[in-house]
């Protein structure tokens, strides 16, 4: 049986590429010609898998997602023009008016902000509580009213990682979905439906393209939610309209296939990185490589001895931090995660910037703190650049 990293290449295409093309070639159409009306209707209908209008399904985002599909090993992916999108779709899919959604404050910016604010105005509710605290997750699970228990793997920026396994625990006996945002780790380094996870959502922007070129999301349903799959494919695709376009479909398939060659390297550097980030006592290094750090353990039995190609850390003050930013050289001021390059943010007035003070210190997110996304350059040039960078921070 071929492993995940041969299979990334090696996946056969629907049906056989009549010039032989290595690669999936670029589907770009939006309407495809049918041999009869019952074909015709069995496509609209969904009682055959041709593609019927590339709002809904093309072949090369199809390729897509049947690779993911078969490297994760879920019932169904359906692939998003952005995670947010994949996010969004998932939830509307999940929750309604009424409904209860549980997650902790420890979110990206977007995230909160669509289950506090946008999914509010339509009627959803959003309880946060402190996932590590399983005694209070076991708490907000009561009732009827809950549609899901939401989470990231590993929070961003907070760097915290709960315990799936527990967590999905005490999900499975209320009879409540977990969906987590897997993005932080790539799903061939561990299997989230083994943790307990239902559904998986992954940013496809970050990892998988490659060099930040392309905006891509997945739901990867593992099959444990009843109708979940028809209900995504059936109407939310139809009626959001926010599928994948082939284009980003063709860099994805191509990113799939050296996402592991990057990714050894990409993590390889970052706990370079932050091993000697650690040393210097002029800042505090959060990541959950580092043996010292609160989460190693957790991270390394969840995921496989994989620990992102994230970290933060934090300087004296909300200017130092500015000073840091602006004194880079070659590591880019720029957002996103696990482009090539190393990129470096202040979160605080930037992700969260549209949020009040009150709303980021509850949700742990301090003026002082930089988030390092670590690229595949040298890791003695990016601590060199970061060095320079931090000295010329704490000169004034």
């Not at 209070?136 to 699970?141: C, F, G, I, K």
């Not at 970050?206 to 444990?224: M, Q």
């Not at 060659?261 to 990541?287: E, G, H």
């Amino acid at each position: 049986m071929m492993k995940k990293q041969t299979k990334a290449i090696h996946f056969d295409y629907q049906q056989r590429d009549p010039y032989g093309a290595l690669s999936m070639p670029v589907y770009n159409a939006l309407a495809y010609e049918f041999d009869n009306a019952d074909v015709m209707a069995d496509s609209f209908c969904g009682r055959n898998d041709l593609p019927d209008y590339s709002r809904v399904t093309n072949p090369t985002v199809i390729y897509f997602e049947r690779k993911v599909r078969e490297l994760t090993g879920a019932r169904d992916v359906i692939a998003f023009n952005s995670g947010m999108a994949a996010i969004c779709a998932t939830l509307m899919g999940i929750a309604g008016a009424g409904r209860r959604i549980v997650t902790s404050t420890h979110l990206f910016g977007n995230t909160y902000l669509l289950m506090a604010k946008t999914l509010g105005r339509f009627g959803v509710k959003t309880e946060f509580v402190d996932l590590l605290d399983l005694e209070a997750v076991e708490r907000a699970l009561e009732g009827d009213d809950v549609c899901c228990l939401f989470l990231e793997i590993i929070t961003n920026p907070q760097m915290e990682v709960a315990d799936i396994p527990a967590l999905a625990a005490i999900a499975r006996r209320r009879g409540v979905p977990v969906v987590a945002d897997t993005t932080m780790i790539p799903f061939p380094e561990f299997n989230a439906g083994a943790l307990g996870v239902d559904i998986e959502i992954v940013s496809s922007t970050k990892y998988i393209s490659g060099g930040g070129a392309a905006l891509g999301g997945l739901v990867i349903d593992y099959g444990t939610v009843d109708g979940f799959d028809t209900l995504m494919r059936r109407e939310l695709l139809l009626n959001l309209g926010s599928y994948m376009t082939p284009q980003v479909a063709y860099m994805m398939n191509l990113g799939l296939e050296n996402l592991n060659a990057r990714y050894r390297l990409q993590s390889a550097n970052a706990m370079a990185v932050a091993t000697r980030l650690a040393a210097d006592p002029r800042i505090k290094v959060c990541y959950p490589g580092l043996p010292d750090n609160p989460f190693h353990a957790i991270c390394r039995d969840s995921f496989g001895g994989s620990f992102s190609a994230m970290l933060t850390f934090e300087l004296p003050t909300e200017e130092a931090c500015y000073r840091f930013i602006n004194a880079l050289k070659m590591v880019k001021r720029a957002t996103n995660l696990f482009d090539n390059r190393t990129l470096a943010i202040h979160p605080a007035s930037t992700i969260f910037g549209p949020l009040t003070a009150d709303e980021r210190r509850a949700m742990d997110v301090s003026d002082r703190l930089i988030r390092l996304s670590v690229g595949l350059e040298d890791p003695d040039d990016v601590v060199a650049d970061l060095d320079q960078a931090i000295t010329a921070a704490l000169a004034n």
